[in-house]
């Protein structure tokens, strides 16, 4: 079983900045890609940004060049930069990972709350 745990939200005035962090754990052979989904009510979840095992990154379109996401393999950790922040990136952020546990199996955080104020 893996466990993500994920902090670093909160409520944060518009051109703020905040970092989300997202810790795995239990048991699994090593972490493949990691990422950050975020979903508002009424919509559907979508894809902020992805980082793979090699490094190779992507970005929504409406992030890039104000999120960075990066991963800690020593600490099976993977983390949102959020600066220039919009009331449009109000959210329940959610963290996602796959692993290989013998075969590849995905696993979501909890999600946690960011709120943009203007």
């Known amino acids: 079983q893996v466990q993500l745990v994920e902090s670093g939200g909160g409520l944060v005035q518009a051109g703020g900045s905040l970092r989300l962090s997202c810790a795995a754990s239990g048991t699994f052979r090593r972490i493949n890609a990691m990422g950050w989904y975020r979903q508002v009510p009424g919509k559907q979840r979508e894809l902020v940004a992805n980082?793979?095992?090699?490094?190779?990154?992507n970005y929504a379109d409406s992030v890039k060049g104000r999120f960075t996401i990066s991963r800690d393999n020593s600490k099976n950790t993977v983390y949102l930069q959020m600066n220039s922040l919009k009331p449009e990136d109000t959210a329940v952020y959610y963290c996602n990972i796959n692993v290989n546990v013998g075969y590849s199996a995905l696993y979501w955080g909890q999600g946690t709350q960011v709120t943009v104020s203007s």
């Open positions: 980082i793979t095992s090699g490094d190779s990154t």
